[in-house]
């Protein structure tokens, strides 16, 4: 009884607070436009590319490809790994065996898991982000030992991270896969994919120096190019440019492809037609709880589109963040790393929402032309509920996370302006993070035709519980008096499949009742019912509570 109490005077509590509360002023000018609504949000990316065509992975895809009718493009690395010893697929691993050699050293091509996991795309009108990599065994310069045994505390640098020991071999079976791919899905659907060479050549990834990762791109993009004259290819997706390493190694690349000897050809340059590069975020813990780092992945963007920029060349190149993600581990759980028990949650959702709206910001401040933006994230098969890896599912149930990617998928058109008084801008977050007592309360707008989006996320670095605050959204110059409005979020009580399997007392065995639930649970849902509501002289006025790390899309149509 003394406990009931103590709950009912801490909700009347904060009731109280919350009514006193000063409402936080947002104010959304449907007449200035700033920038394009791009969906660089729709790219997509994870180790196992196994996992695809497994049923809670075609699941996924099938979601990833019903967020908006934007093309979703699908980045999975180990598509030219082979088994080796490995008796089944395992974290941050996978393969296809495309590649080996019959006793003469005469190549064998097979396609056959390859087309398993491409075909799960094309069916879906997706788009691969087809990654060249890793080295086959039967060309790697050191097969043994060549799997690796990461998930059981093993070496993760193998065999298959090394140059190739013959790079004509390399280069034809580039050219062999492109014209496969174009015989057995067409020229027009293969000429809309977007090709790369390896992953982050500038760490462990690749066990060769910087030279002969050149060499090893050069006789790729020679080979494709042979197959494929008009097919895109770009890199290098190296790490966070931040680091003086990484942003080096970028430069280096460039200036490689821009002005030095082609290795495959003898000529001067090399195609590269988008730039690609890694950025993420640094969480940690401190004082028992988790702090997240949002200033050091847009840090990384911002280094990122500084390099792009240095190079007049390059004006206008189409720009993909390879990985764009809260921090580097997606395949390490919870129990592996304490500092990633965000993911299942609320963090994890309003943090995408805060760094993507800074990404556009960014975007407009460098003046450079953002494709794609990788979320480095899928599901992982045979694990347990909310393991707390970097995923968008758990058996087949959606995370919280997801549902920030569907408010996105709703919104389209031109961005329009917003000011706020108590938000941060990027400039201030790669400063200084958003690590005091004031929240990042800010939103991000965009309006097309008859409908218009506004975003509100509620976000501090402190994975902290926290009062919700008060928001007051006044919305200017729009084109009717009455509209329609759809408020949807993403909170600890609404889209959220974690709190209620938590609510279920966290089975491991989930009944298929409680799985319905769960389902309908990771849904986006509807904050409050719908209403027809008339602005006053022009400007429609919403007020309502948003918790701490809590997110709102509000829609209009009318």
């Not at 919870?334 to 949650?345: A, D, I, L």
């Not at 639930?517 to 008339?534: F, I, R, V």
């Amino acid at each position: 009884m003394k406990q009931i109490r103590l709950i009912i005077l801490f909700f009347l509590f904060s009731s109280i607070l919350i009514a006193q509360q000063k409402p936080i002023i947002i104010d959304v000018d449907m007449s200035k436009t700033v920038g394009e609504m791009r969906p660089f949000w729709s790219y997509f990316g994870y180790d196992e590319p196994n996992y695809t065509y497994q049923k809670d992975g075609q699941k996924l895809l099938t979601e990833l490809k019903q967020l908006s009718p934007t093309t979703v493009y699908v980045r999975a690395h180990n598509l030219l790994t082979s088994k080796g010893n490995s008796p089944a697929p395992d974290l941050k691993w996978g393969f296809t065996d495309a590649y080996k050699e019959d006793k003469n050293g005469n190549p064998i091509y097979n396609w056959t898991v390859v087309d398993s996991i491409i075909d799960e795309y094309v069916k879906r009108g997706m788009k691969p982000l087809m990654e060249i990599g890793f080295m086959p065994k039967d060309l790697s310069t050191k097969p043994e030992p060549y799997e690796h045994t990461w998930s059981k505390g093993g070496n993760i640098w193998t065999g298959w991270t090394y140059p190739p020991k013959d790079y004509n071999k390399w280069r034809e079976l580039v050219h062999q896969w492109a014209k496969h791919s174009i015989d057995r899905y067409g020229k027009t659907e293969v000429t809309s994919w977007l090709w790369e060479v390896w992953n982050e050549p500038d760490i462990g990834y690749w066990s060769g120096t910087f030279e002969e990762y050149c060499k090893m791109y050069d006789y790729a993009a020679d080979g494709l190019k042979k197959a494929c004259p008009e097919c895109t290819i770009g890199g290098p997706h190296t790490t966070s440019p931040r680091s003086d390493k990484a942003y080096s190694y970028l430069t280096r690349f460039i200036e490689h492809c821009l002005k030095g000897t082609n290795y495959a050809t003898g000529k001067i340059g090399t195609p590269l037609q988008y730039i690609g590069f890694h950025a993420k975020g640094a969480p940690e813990l401190v004082d028992g709880h988790i702090r997240m780092n949002m200033g050091v992945q847009l840090k990384d963007i911002q280094r990122a589109f500084e390099a792009v920029n240095s190079f007049p060349e390059l004006k206008n190149i189409p720009i993909i963040i390879g990985e764009c993600d809260p921090e580097g581990c997606a395949a390490c759980s919870e129990k592996r790393e304490p500092k990633y028990g965000y993911r299942n949650g609320t963090m994890y959702s309003s943090y995408t929402a805060a760094s993507f709206s800074r990404i556009y910001e960014l975007m407009d401040t460098y003046k450079v032309n953002l494709k794609g933006a990788v979320s480095w994230s899928f599901e992982f098969e045979n694990q347990e509920w909310f393991a707390g890896f970097r995923d968008l599912a758990t058996h087949g149930v959606d995370k919280p996370v997801l549902n920030i990617f569907r408010m996105f998928g709703m919104m389209s058109g031109q961005r329009v302006s917003v000011n706020t008084e108590k938000g941060f801008n990027a400039k201030d977050i790669i400063a200084n993070g958003v690590r005091g007592e004031q929240n990042d309360i800010n939103a991000l707008a965009s309006k097309n035709g008859n409908s218009a989006w506004v975003m509100v996320w509620n976000y501090n670095d402190h994975n902290l519980e926290g009062t919700p605050s008060v928001v007051e959204l006044n919305i200017k110059d729009l084109d009717k008096n009455k509209v329609l409005i759809h408020h949807y979020r993403v909170d600890n009580q609404f889209s959220n499949a974690f709190e209620k399997w938590k609510d279920m007392g966290k089975p491991q065995q989930v009944s298929e009742a409680d799985y319905k639930k769960l389902e309908q649970a990771g849904q986006l849902q509807l904050y409050t019912s719908p209403e027809w509501k008339e602005s006053d002289k022009g400007i429609l006025r919403l007020k309502f509570e948003l918790p701490r790390q809590g997110v709102s899309l509000i829609q209009l149509t009318w």
